[in-house]
């Protein structure tokens, strides 16, 4: 897999198709373990809706996320990279909790997205997963889960 630099077409590019393996998928919809509204928002072959059972989004099976405007209480997902920001921001205008298995960096790497962080609440843990080898990704970047909450003002838990 290559990284691919961000687009303004809010669209995402083939390379974002990234599956989660199921058992990873089922590893983090435990650890969180989310109740009330769901939501998988980049649905792909479905491995986090699965365990998720709730509502989903698929750009490929005409749901769009960016059409996608109810309130819901998490988000859990495996995020198109290409488009990251523009998914982040519209996750935290309508979900309380939002977890996006990426890879670690992208938690700080860019002012313009922390102060949309901080707005919002907060990263209230990150679940590190290890490399991208370990969770089935073609590349080798540390990866783990960010768990961002509505209102959230504490320390960040760091759990491996």
Known sequence: ??????????????????????????????????????LEPAMGTGSFHKYLKGDWCEIDKGRDFFNYHKKIDWIITNPPYSIYDDFLLHSLEIADN???????????????IQKAINKYG???????????????????????????????????????
């Open 122 to 160: 907060g990263l209230k843990e990150i679940l590190m997963m290890g490399s991208g080898g370990n969770v089935g990704f073609k590349f080798g970047f540390p990866v783990g889960c960010l768990y961002y909450k509505r209102g959230y003002k504490g320390k960040i838990k760091l759990v491996s």
């Open 1 to 38: 897999m290559t990284f691919v630099k961000p687009n303004k077409t809010k669209k995402q590019n083939q390379t974002d198709r990234v599956m989660t393996p199921e058992k990873i998928a089922l590893q983090i919809v435990k650890h969180f373990n989310p109740k009330g509204k769901k």
């Open 98 to 112: 939002v977890v996006f298995l990426v890879p670690l960096a992208k938690a700080f790497k860019s002012q313009k």
